[in-house]
C-alpha cells in the first residue's frame, strides 16, 4: 500500500465531479483526500485526489478514471516531481499566559494570525502536507477547539512529462 | 426547427431505421414529430421490453441500437436494459424526457434524476439543458455509443427544450478531446505476442464478445487456420469460432465444457481475444491458468491486468489486432498438444441421460439447434435455459447468440428475440426460455403479434426457478426455498390470448414435430411449452470460487 496523488484534469461541466466521486464508490476506492477547482482555462478543472492503495488498484483507479469520457488526462504525482500543498485553519485555547508560545510556534511555521480572542487564537498554515500535519500536532496539546483542513493541491514541476 | 423534430432529424442523419421506446408526457413532442416521420417505431408494452428489444436489435444487427422513454418511470423503467447493455458492451442509445429545466429538482410529476442514476451504468450521458446543443449532444452520443468499447448513452431532454426553437445543423463529424480510443495495436506488443506464440507448447485462444462486437470472426478463424492453436469461447463468445470444427472447445467457465477448462488449466499460453476474465470464467482466480503466460487482447485498457495479470498486453481493437498476428505469426509444434485436448474432448463430452425417456432440456436444445442447422438465432434467458442453450446448440455464426452474459438479467431473452426478428426479418429467431424468466416480460407478446414477428419461445418448463434451485440442491442441502413456481399460466391458452401460436410438448416424440410447426409459422409467434425434467441439473459445474479441479461432471450421490 502505497500513497498517491492523482492529479485528474477534467471538462469543466456539472457532474463531472459526480462521476468521479461515483467511479471511487462504485469500485470500493478510498479517496483520503479530494479537491477540485477550476484553472486558468474556462473549460477545464483539476481534481487532485489522494489515494491509498497497491500498485495495482491505483493502475485501475487510473485506468478507470481516463475511462470517463469527460476525463482529458490522469497524472500520478506521486511519480513526478511535484508541488503539494495544503492549507488549514486551527482554532486553539489560548489564555493570555500561552500567547506568546503560540505566537513563536506560529512564527517558527510561517503560520498567520487570523483571529485573536481573550480565549483563542486561530492560525491559518499552508504548506507541504507533512508540514501542515507536524504544526498540528504540535499546536494539538493546547487544546484544538476547531480544525478544517483544504485537501492537497499537487502542481508538477517543469520538466516532467505531464 | 423544434428541439424534438431536431431529435428526429438528428436520428435520421444518424441512418436510424428504428427505435423502440413508450410514449409518455414530457416526450409528447417527441412522439408528435414522429408522427410523420419515416422512422419504424415500435411500441413496447413495458419500457423494460423496450430497451432490450432495442439491444437484441444492435445485437443481432451491429447497429447502434435506439431507445425512446419518458421521464420518471419511464425512465427508470429502462435502468436494468442499460445497466445489462452496459455489461455486456452493447451500443445504445437512450432518449428519455425529462421534466422543464426550471422544475428540475423540484421534485416535479414523473421527474427523476436519470442521469444521476445511471452515472455508474452508462458509457456516458447528457443532460441537454440548452437547444443550441441539443443535435450536437445526440451526434456525441451515437459516436460515443458505438465507438471505441461500445456501450449505452443516455441522453435526458427536458420538454422545454423539445418544444424550444433552432436552426437544425447537424454536425458532420464528433471532435471529443478526451475520448480517443485506440484501435491500432502497438507493433512492439505485437511482435512479443508472435514470438511467444511461436515457441509456446500447449497453447489455448479464449475469444470473448469482443471478437464479435468487432466483427473479427474471420480474421480469428485465419489465426486459428494459419497456427492450429485450440479456441475456447466465453459465452457471448459463442459463434465467434465454429463449434463444429475439431480444434473447437465450446464454452469455458463455470458451465463450460470439462475440455475447454482442462485444455485452460493444462495450458503454457493464454491468448485472450476481446474476453474479461470474468469470474464465471475464471472460478478460483489463484488457481485459474497455474502454468500459462497471457497475451490479452482488448480494446478497454481497463479490463486489461484487472482480474488476471497479464504477460503481454495489446490494446486495440480485435479485428485489427488479429490481422496483424495472422501476418506475423509463426505455426508453433503444437501436433502433441492438440491430440491430447481432442482426446480429453472424446473422453468427457458434454453429457446427460440420453437413454432416459423423460423429456429432457437438453435434448430440446439439441433437436432446436438439429432442426435450424445452427442458423437460428438463439436468445436466451437467464438461468438454466441459458446455460443448455450454451452447451446444446451449435453454433457456427457470430450475432446468432443473443443473451445477458455480464449483468445476467432475466427478463431480457424474449424482448430481445423481438429486437433481433426486427434487425433480421428473415432470419429464424427462437429464444430459449425458463418457465420463470418468460414470466418477467411476457407482456412483449402483444408487440411480436402486432408486427406479425415469427419468434419462437421455447420454454423449458420445469417449475422451478432451476438454477437458483440447482444451488439450493448442491450446496444448500436441498431447502429449495421459494424456488418452486407453484403457479404458472397455461402458456397455450396464454399465447392464445394474445393471438400467438401455443403448442405443448410432454414428451420426447412430439418434440420434432412441435419444433417444425413453429418454424414453419412465419406470421404470429409461437410459443412451445416444453413440459421438462423438473430437477434436471446443468452439468459440469465448476462451483463459485472453485477450480477446475472442483468439477462436478454430474449427480452427486
Given at each position: 500500500?502505497s ?7 477534467v471538462?469543466?461541466?456539472?457532474g ?9 464508490s462504485?469500485?470500493?476506492y478510498?479517496?483520503?483526500s479530494?479537491t477540485?477547482?477550476?484553472t486558468?482555462?474556462n473549460?477545464m478543472?483539476v ?15 487510473k485506468k478507470?478514471?481516463?475511462?470517463l ?6 497524472s500520478?504525482h506521486s511519480q ?16 493570555p499566559?500561552?500567547?506568546?508560545e503560540?505566537?513563536q510556534i506560529a512564527?517558527?511555521?510561517?503560520a498567520e494570525i487570523?483571529?485573536?480572542t ?7 498554515i499552508?504548506?507541504e502536507?507533512?508540514k ?10 493546547y487544546g484544538?477547539q476547531e480544525?478544517?483542513?483544504t ?5 508538477a ?6 | 426547427m ?15 431505421e428504428v427505435?423502440?421506446?413508450y410514449?409518455?408526457?414530457?416526450v ?5 414529430a ?10 413496447s ?9 432495442a439491444?437484441g436489435?444492435?445485437?443481432a444487427s ?20 442499460l ?6 458492451s ?6 428519455t ?7 428540475i429538482?423540484?421534485d416535479a410529476?414523473?421527474e427523476a ?16 439543458t ?5 443535435a450536437r449532444?445526440?451526434k456525441?452520443?451515437?459516436?460515443i455509443a458505438?465507438t ?11 420538454v422545454?427544450?423539445?418544444?424550444a426553437e433552432?436552426e437544425?445543423?447537424?454536425p458532420?463529424s ?7 480510443p ?6 512492439m ?24 462486437i ?9 489465426l ?7 479456441v475456447?469461447?466465453t459465452l457471448?463468445g459463442?459463434?465467434a469460432?465454429p463449434?463444429?470444427d ?11 465444457t470439462?475440455y ?8 503454457d499460453?493464454?491468448?485472450a481475444v ?11 482466480i ?16 481497463a479490463s486489461v ?19 496483424d498476428?495472422v ?5 508453433p509444434d503444437i ?9 480429453v474432448k472424446?473422453s468427457?463430452p ?6 432416459s425417456t ?14 435450424t ?9 437467464v438461468?438454466q ?7 446444446f ?7 446468432h447468440f443473443i ?35 418468460i414470466?418477467?416480460?411476457?407482456q412483449?407478446?402483444?408487440v411480436?403479434?402486432?408486427?406479425g ?11 422451478f426457478?432451476g438454477m437458483?434451485?440447482q444451488w ?7 431447502r429449495?426455498s421459494?424456488t418452486c ?6 402458456f ?15 414428451s ?10 413453429a ?5 404470429i409467434?409461437?410459443?412451445i411449452d ?12 465448476v462451483?463459485?470460487?472453485?477450480s477446475?479441479?472442483?468439477t462436478i461432471?454430474r449427480e452427486?450421490?
Amino acid at each position: 500500500m502505497s500513497q498517491h496523488v492523482l492529479s485528474v484534469k477534467v471538462e469543466n461541466k456539472s457532474g463531472v465531479l459526480a462521476r468521479v466521486v461515483g467511479l471511487f464508490s462504485a469500485r470500493g476506492y478510498n479517496i483520503d483526500s479530494l479537491t477540485v477547482n477550476k484553472t486558468h482555462l474556462n473549460d477545464m478543472s483539476v481534481i487532485t485526489i489522494v489515494v491509498n492503495g497497491d500498485d495495482k488498484i491505483i493502475e485501475q483507479v487510473k485506468k478507470q478514471l481516463n475511462k470517463l469520457i469527460d476525463v482529458i488526462k490522469v497524472s500520478d504525482h506521486s511519480q513526478t516531481r511535484s508541488i503539494q500543498r495544503e492549507l488549514a485553519v486551527v482554532k486553539i485555547n489560548t489564555p493570555p499566559a500561552k500567547r506568546v508560545e503560540l505566537f513563536q510556534i506560529a512564527q517558527t511555521f510561517h503560520a498567520e494570525i487570523v483571529d485573536l480572542t481573550q480565549k483563542s487564537i486561530t492560525l491559518e498554515i499552508v504548506g507541504e502536507p507533512s508540514k501542515v500535519e507536524n504544526f498540528i500536532e504540535i499546536v494539538r496539546p493546547y487544546g484544538i477547539q476547531e480544525l478544517i483542513q483544504t485537501g492537497q493541491i499537487s502542481f508538477a514541476r517543469e520538466g516532467n512529462a505531464d | 426547427m423544434k428541439g424534438a423534430r431536431i431529435v428526429v432529424e438528428s436520428l435520421i442523419r444518424e441512418n436510424v431505421e428504428v427505435l423502440f421506446g413508450y410514449p409518455g408526457g414530457q416526450v409528447i413532442p417527441i412522439f408528435d414529430a414522429l408522427f410523420d416521420s419515416p422512422l419504424k417505431f415500435i411500441l413496447s408494452r413495458h419500457e423494460q421490453g423496450a430497451v432490450h428489444a432495442a439491444d437484441g436489435y444492435a445485437r443481432a444487427s451491429g447497429k447502434t441500437g435506439v431507445v425512446l422513454a419518458t421521464s420518471g418511470p419511464g425512465a427508470t423503467n429502462i435502468v436494468t436494459g442499460l445497466a445489462t447493455a452496459y455489461m455486456d458492451s452493447v451500443p445504445l442509445v437512450a432518449i428519455t424526457g425529462q421534466v422543464p429545466t426550471q422544475m428540475i429538482g423540484n421534485d416535479a410529476f414523473q421527474e427523476a434524476d436519470i442521469t444521476g442514476i445511471t452515472r455508474p451504468i452508462t458509457k456516458h450521458n447528457f443532460l441537454v439543458t440548452d437547444i443550441a446543443d441539443l443535435a450536437r449532444t445526440i451526434k456525441e452520443a451515437f459516436y460515443i455509443a458505438s465507438t471505441g468499447r461500445p456501450g449505452p448513452v443516455l441522453v435526458d431532454i427536458p420538454v422545454n427544450i423539445s418544444n424550444a426553437e433552432m436552426e437544425f445543423e447537424y454536425p458532420e463529424s464528433v471532435e471529443i478531446r478526451s475520448y480517443k480510443p485506440n484501435y491500432k495495436g502497438h507493433p512492439m506488443q505485437i511482435k512479443k505476442a508472435c514470438e511467444l506464440i511461436a515457441h509456446s507448447k500447449r497453447p489455448v485462444i479464449y475469444a470473448g464478445g469482443g471478437v464479435i462486437i468487432s466483427g473479427a470472426t474471420d480474421e480469428l478463424r485465419a489465426l486459428v487456420k494459419k497456427t492450429g492453436i485450440p479456441v475456447t469461447t466465453t459465452l457471448l463468445g459463442l459463434g465467434a469460432y465454429p463449434e463444429t470444427d475439431d480444434i473447437a472447445l465450446g464454452m469455458l467457465g463455470m458451465h463450460g465444457t470439462y475440455y475447454a477448462n482442462n485444455a485452460v488449466h493444462e495450458s503454457d499460453l493464454l491468448i485472450a481475444v476481446g474476453a474479461r476474465f470474468d469470474d464465471r470464467v475464471t472460478g478460483k482466480i489463484s488457481e485459474f491458468i497455474p502454468h500459462a503466460k497471457v497475451i490479452h487482447i482488448d480494446i478497454d485498457p481497463a479490463s486489461v491486468s484487472k482480474n488476471v495479470d497479464v504477460d503481454i498486453p495489446i490494446v486495440g481493437d480485435c479485428k485489427m489486432v488479429l490481422a496483424d498476428l495472422v501476418t506475423h505469426v509463426k505455426a508453433p509444434d503444437i501436433a502433441e498438444w492438440v491430440s491430447h485436448v481432442c482426446s480429453v474432448k472424446q473422453s468427457h463430452p458434454l453429457s446427460y441421460d440420453r437413454d432416459s425417456t423423460n423429456l429432457k432440456p437438453q435434448y430440446v436444445v439439441e433437436r432446436i439447434s438439429a432442426l435450424t442447422k445452427g442458423n437460428a438465432i438463439i436468445c436466451t434467458e437467464v438461468g438454466q435455459n441459458q446455460m443448455w442453450a450454451a452447451q446444446f446448440y451449435k453454433y457456427t455464426h457470430p450475432r446468432h447468440f443473443i443473451s445477458s452474459g455480464g449483468l445476467g438479467t432475466m427478463g431480457y431473452g424474449f424482448p430481445a428475440a423481438i429486437g433481433a426478428q426486427i434487425a433480421c426479418p428473415d432470419a429464424t429467431v427462437i429464444d430459449i426460455a425458463g418457465d420463470g424468466s418468460i414470466q418477467m416480460n411476457i407482456q412483449e407478446l402483444a408487440v411480436a403479434v402486432q408486427h406479425g414477428l415469427p419468434v419462437v419461445i421455447a420454454i423449458l418448463n420445469n417449475g422451478f426457478l432451476g438454477m437458483v434451485r440447482q444451488w439450493q440442491q448442491l450446496f444448500w442441502n436441498k431447502r429449495y426455498s421459494h424456488t418452486c413456481m407453484k403457479c404458472a399460466p397455461d402458456f397455450v391458452k396464454l399465447a392464445e390470448a394474445y393471438g400467438a401460436k401455443g403448442l405443448r410438448v410432454d414428451s420426447r416424440d412430439k418434440v420434432d414435430a412441435a419444433i417444425a410447426e413453429a418454424l414453419a409459422t412465419r406470421d404470429i409467434p409461437t410459443i412451445i411449452d416444453f413440459i421438462v425434467e423438473p430437477e434436471e441439473n446443468v452439468y459440469p459445474m465448476v462451483p463459485g470460487g472453485k477450480s477446475v479441479k472442483d468439477t462436478i461432471m454430474r449427480e452427486l450421490a
